[in-house]
């Protein structure tokens, strides 16, 4: 009986001593926080097209550069060190990329911990590229759908590069701008997911815009993507107006000047609604857009709080606002015949009817579409005080 309770015991114990199947050393993990794609020199490949037997499926196609904290910058025994490290390949894919520092470095590298991802302006060239960057980005279990996605205006690997005692590292820098939404207008962040569900479709979207200037790093604008290439960019303004008209906008301000003040409306919260009419002319579609927000500057002694004024200043604002949608929403018919502001998805969606009529010619229809934007908002505070 003893022997019979001491087997089953330690049956039982072999249940708690099991390992993880895929357990990793860390310290024989290489965690990387950024990914940059970019096309490579012709230098380059001129130089490994001459050293291949089959240059036609050898030669390279992208160069891919890999950002990582070295960890010891993180805690005080490294200071004055610099916190990260890269390291860029020439590869004929991503996965390849991944295979050929396998014989370059001892750690494997890890994307787990991975925050952002950069595609150089020159990558959209090629649409097939961006299928392949992007299925490899889905079909990869190991990066978070929460990545953030940014275009370079320029080589995407220089982004990572920049050498300025203001930038510790350049993800988390990026990364933190793009992530302050509540604060500017101007910015958008865009994740592996949302890249995914929106371009997924037709390679329609917009994508963060990232500047590279001397010792510094900027976000502002989109890159107006369509057909998985670059049509060209939008400023932080018309990002903000793309934002309002997609629901997506979570802060920022909008600037006016109001007998000869600059007045900054800070946007708390805002949404949009959709109504679409089938009229004789054809289709119009009406954004009204909602939001509600405080002024926080003005000028001393001059009083705002009189309710005759904040009508006044909301009208003024509102006009703006429209002004300004209307104005991107017509350069994005004309320039780009790109839809990222939903216009398709809200008419799949709630006019099935219509879309089935207008699907297969949505561009010339999105186009030539009759839109109109109206807007209210208004002024809750005046201040911090009032």
């Not at 550069?65 to 200071?79: A, D, K, M, N």
């Not at 001892?106 to 960057?133: C, M, W, Y």
């Amino acid at each position: 009986m003893v022997k019979k309770g001491m087997v089953a015991f330690l049956l039982l114990l072999i249940l708690f001593t099991t390992g993880c199947w895929d357990m990793h050393d860390i310290e024989e993990m290489d965690f990387i926080s950024g990914v940059a794609f970019d096309e490579p020199d012709a230098k380059v490949i001129a130089e490994q097209r001459a050293k291949l037997e089959e240059p036609e499926f050898f030669t390279p196609r992208y160069t891919i550069t890999y950002l990582s904290p070295i960890p010891s910058t993180l805690t005080q025994e490294g200071g004055g060190q610099k916190a990260y490290d890269t390291k860029s390949i020439t590869a004929v894919s991503p996965y390849e990329a991944e295979r050929q520092m396998m014989t370059r470095s001892p750690r494997q590298l890890a994307f787990s911990h991975t925050d952002l991802v950069l595609i150089g302006e020159k990558v959209f060239e090629n649409p097939k590229k961006i299928k392949e960057i992007m299925d490899y980005l889905q079909r990869n279990q190991r990066f978070n759908w929460n990545v953030l996605v940014g275009v370079v205006d320029g080589k995407a690997g220089d982004a990572f590069n920049i050498e300025s005692p203001s930038i510790k590292n350049p993800v988390w820098y990026l990364t933190d701008i793009m992530r302050n939404k509540p604060l500017s207008s101007k910015v958008a962040d865009v994740t592996i997911s949302q890249m995914a569900v929106d371009m997924g479709k037709d390679g329609t979207m917009g994508l963060p815009k990232v500047i590279i200037a001397k010792n510094e790093l900027k976000v502002e604008g989109a890159a107006v993507i369509k057909d998985f290439a670059i049509k060209g960019y939008i400023t932080g303004n018309q990002s903000r107006d793309v934002m309002f008209l997609k629901g997506t906008i979570k802060g920022g301000n909008i600037l006016i000047n109001y007998q000869g003040f600059p007045i900054p409306y800070t946007i708390v919260n805002a949404k949009v609604k959709k109504d679409l009419k089938v009229t004789e002319e054809g289709l119009q579609l009406t954004y009204r857009i909602f939001s509600e927000g405080q002024l926080d500057e003005g000028m001393l002694g001059q009083e705002f709080l009189n309710d005759k004024i904040i009508k006044s200043i909301e009208s003024k604002l509102e006009k703006e606002l429209t002004n300004d949608c209307m104005n991107t929403i017509q350069s994005l018919q004309r320039d780009y015949q790109a839809d990222i502001i939903y216009a398709g998805d809200y008419i799949e969606k709630y006019h099935p009817d219509v879309w089935k009529q207008i699907k297969d010619n949505w561009d010339e229809v999105f186009s030539q579409m009759d839109f109109r934007v109206e807007t209210n908002i208004s002024i809750r505070r005046a201040g911090v005080l009032k």
